[in-house]
C-alpha cells in the first residue's frame, strides 16, 4: 500500500527553523515529483514547494524562496522540507504529496502541524 | 500571474442532488494540468480529477470534470452523503483555487 508519513513538526519561535520529513513507501519513489502543500487551519490550501524525480529542478512559491528548501532522497525514500527565518505566518499544517499521475498529486500524507510563536 | 477563481463559495445542497462547481483561470491555461480535489475536516486532500476530465483511481464516476481555456468544471451528479466536503481546483500541479464547500 502507498503511504506517505510527515514528521518533524512542532513550536518553534519566530526567525527558528524546523525540518520536516516525509517518509514514503508502497511506490518507486524516485520516478515521481513530490511536493509540498500547506494549510492555515479553516483556510485553503497552498502549494509551498515541489522537486522532480531527479533532484535537479526544483520549485517555490514566492513567499518561501530563499528561506525554504526542498530536499529528496532517492535512496532513503525521503523527502525533506529545511524551513529558515519562519514567520507567523508559516504557521500551518503541512503536507507532503506525490504526483504518479501527469500534473497532480495523488497520495498525500496526513499533514504535520508547524506553529511559529 | 495566474490566479483560479472557484465559484460559488458555498454551495447548499441535499442528497441525490447535481452540483456544478466552477473554476476559472485569469488567463487561458494552455496546458491540460487542471486537477480537482475533495478535502473533509481534519484530513488530507484527496484527488477526484486530474487532466481535466480524467477521474483519479478508486473515484466514483459521479464526477466528472470538463472544462478548456479559462472555464472549468467539476460535476458531481447525484450527491452522497459523504461528498459534502470542500472542493479545490489546482492548475499546473501548483496553483490552488480558494475552494467551494458544499455542504447539506
Known amino acids: 500500500e502507498v503511504h506517505l508519513v510527515e514528521s518533524g513538526g512542532g513550536l518553534v519561535q519566530p526567525g527558528g527553523s524546523l525540518r520536516l520529513s516525509c517518509a514514503a513507501s508502497g511506490f518507486t519513489f524516485s520516478h515521481y515529483w513530490m511536493t509540498w502543500v500547506r494549510q492555515v487551519p479553516g483556510k485553503g490550501l497552498e502549494w509551498v514547494a515541489s522537486i522532480e524525480n531527479d533532484v535537479s529542478k526544483k520549485h517555490y512559491v514566492d513567499s518561501v524562496k530563499g528561506r525554504f528548501t526542498i530536499s529528496r532522497d532517492n535512496d532513503k525514500n525521503s523527502l525533506h522540507l529545511q524551513m529558515n527565518s519562519l514567520r507567523a505566518d508559516d504557521t500551518a499544517v503541512y503536507f507532503c504529496g506525490t504526483s504518479r499521475v501527469p500534473g497532480a498529486y495523488d497520495v498525500w500524507g496526513q499533514g504535520t502541524m508547524i506553529t511559529v510563536s | 500571474e495566474i490566479v483560479l477563481t472557484q465559484s460559488p463559495g458555498t454551495l447548499s445542497l441535499s442528497p441525490g442532488e447535481r452540483a456544478t462547481l466552477s473554476c476559472r483561470a485569469s488567463q487561458s491555461v494552455t496546458s491540460t494540468f487542471l486537477a480537482w480535489y475533495q478535502q473533509k475536516p481534519g484530513q488530507a486532500p484527496r484527488l477526484l480529477i486530474y487532466?481535466?476530465?480524467t477521474r483519479a483511481s478508486g473515484i466514483p464516476d459521479r464526477f466528472s470534470g470538463s472544462g478548456s481555456g479559462t472555464d472549468f468544471t467539476l460535476t458531481i451528479s447525484r450527491l452522497e452523503p459523504e461528498d459534502f466536503a470542500v472542493y479545490y481546483c489546482?492548475?499546473?500541479?501548483?496553483?490552488f483555487g480558494p475552494g467551494t464547500k458544499v455542504d447539506i
Open positions: 487532466g481535466v476530465s
Open positions: 489546482q492548475q499546473d500541479g501548483y496553483l
